[in-house]
């Protein structure tokens, strides 16, 4: 199995429903999400994926993300914008978007709130049974 990862930052603030200390609170972050995809077979290029398009999709899809707040974009206004639904997320929409010509599949979306502290969302895996 190949695995390719990549980065990419946005700004954005959130405040947390359900919950009682300082995160009830409007507050921000700079976002930083790492996407691992993985596969079984490289193209006729030798590669899993191409790393620009795989970067090209992640920034497509925190665009709309990037400094709003949160709580006012679709699914966090159901979905509390915690680190862990936000991977939840990603991972479905980089998934959505994955080039079907070569399959691959997302295994991993890593968010991280700050330097220190970061939510993790593994799929269950798709290919050869996994």
Known sequence: MFEVTVEHSFAAGHFLRNYKGKCENLHGHNYKIQVTVRGEKLDDAGML???VDLKRLLRAISEPLDHVLLNEIEPFTEWNPSAEYIA??????????????NPVEVAEVKVWETDIQSATYRPPSKLSGR
């Not at 939840?88 to 010509?101: A, D, I, S, V």
């Open 88 to 101: 939840l997320y990603f991972c479905q929409k980089l998934q959505e978007g994955l080039p079907q010509t």
């Open 49 to 51: 994926t191409d790393f």
